[in-house]
């Protein structure tokens, strides 16, 4: 039997394609009676979300001492990697369950341990599933024994923000590309898509992929598939097709779920090149990476060109969510290991490349845009933006462009009113006598993108007038009545600077409504 040799080693797969489907059965009905769900498992461990967690290793000091019942063994094997004596694991899981984990090639005898057992896999509750990946190195020291195809957990930041911007598909036929442990695949198999397909370059993560989708009892409707990018989809098409691939340019390549060639672009352009040829019409695709605005060629415009001659089908929507420079992305990329002396290599390298900075970009493409001109919006991300958001920049950007030619025309008939979390500042300037006037104002808005706009003195009454009563003219007329405005200020005035403020999210109008705020 294998022996678990140092918890940086990375063992094989678990659950050989021969395991029994009773085996999967047991330990799936076994975590159910432990509870061992996200909230269970979070408030034992007293974080907000599983996000959050630490391992006993990392200094974490809830759920410390001896585990007591089931719940506490899952966590100290197999979120924790822990030694456990076999007795105290076969006494709280159950013989029947033991035997299930070893049939699953999910534990075995740690090496040195006096008859006791380590998980060879992570395995974690996260979005309504049990996933598992590979485990984490216990030391920084380990990092360098991580294999070049190391199955990325699905319980780290990155991920969860990757799967906060993908929609439902209910009913539709959904790809997830670069999928590691399939997480956004699987996801979307239990929230009622048809079919899902989960492919990922490295072998590894596609047996866990598949152990994943077995374990969650969705294999029948969940394929996983050995690809780069499109190479084995053959003519298979989709209605939703996501990724998170690797976005970290790399001179050589050391890590599959992190390094994407020279530019950092090697996948994801690759990616949005296939989708002309495997997104249905009315498709959505959505990608989370990181790209770059380059000399003359900022990055909506790039992964437009991307689409190539289908282009004009799609309307594009990037929405940034960082951004850092050259040098930050060389610190990063290199982590200033070799004391700078390739510092001025890498720069020239990005120089040569035109790139000017780089963007963590939620990119949405929707295959749409058939018999009328495509559209292409780059907004800021807000508070936690997800694919809520996105929605309504999309929405926004329709309205923008089909409901009339003028802001009067599109806002006929419109009482916009001031979105909650709108901010305000009034700018006052003195003069020789020490007295202070209002010479102008800034609101800016942090949902569902961030936006700052400047706004002439009479901001603050303006936004007091919108209170969803009263329409442009209505405004207007307020505006006047408070001394405000002088006679040749017209509608198409106010109109305008109404549409400014709507389109920044700081007034809503009721035929583009603003979606709650995450946890309103
Ligand atoms: C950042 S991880 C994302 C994993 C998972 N989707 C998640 O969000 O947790 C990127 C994944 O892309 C895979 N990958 C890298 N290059 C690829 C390629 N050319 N084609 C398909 N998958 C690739 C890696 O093996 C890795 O599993």
Redesign the pocket.
Known sequence: MTTVAGLAASPPPPGALDAPPDAFAVLRDALAAAKFDESTVSARLGVPSLYDVKRLVDRRTTLASAPEDANAVLVRLFIDSEMLPTSLVERLLGARVLAALHTLGMVAPAAGGDASLAATVMLYPTQGLWLTSDRMPMRVADLHLVPQ?YV?S?LNDL?RQ?LDGVPDATGGRVL??????G??ALRAARRGAAEAWA????PR?VDFARFNARLNDLDDRVHVVE???WAALGAETFDLVVA???YVPALSHRF??RDAGADGEQ?ARRIVEGLAAHLRPGGRFVMRAALSDRRGAPIATRVREWLGAAGDQFDVVVLEDGEYGPMDAYKSVTKGGKGFVDCEQWLRHFDALGVERFAVSVVEMRRDAAGRVPLTERRVAGRTPDHRAMDWVFRWARRAASSGATPEARLAAQRPRVAPGSRLAVHLESDASGAWFNVGAVVEIAWPTHAVVKAPALAPTLLELCDGTRDVPAILAGLRDAGLVSEDVTRADVAHLVEVLAAAGALELPDCPLPAPVGA
């Open positions: 195809d990325f699905a991920t990757y997830e590309l670069c999928a590691g442990t997480v956004a492919t990922d370059i490295a993560c690809s780069d990018a998170h691939p690797p599959d779920f996948v």
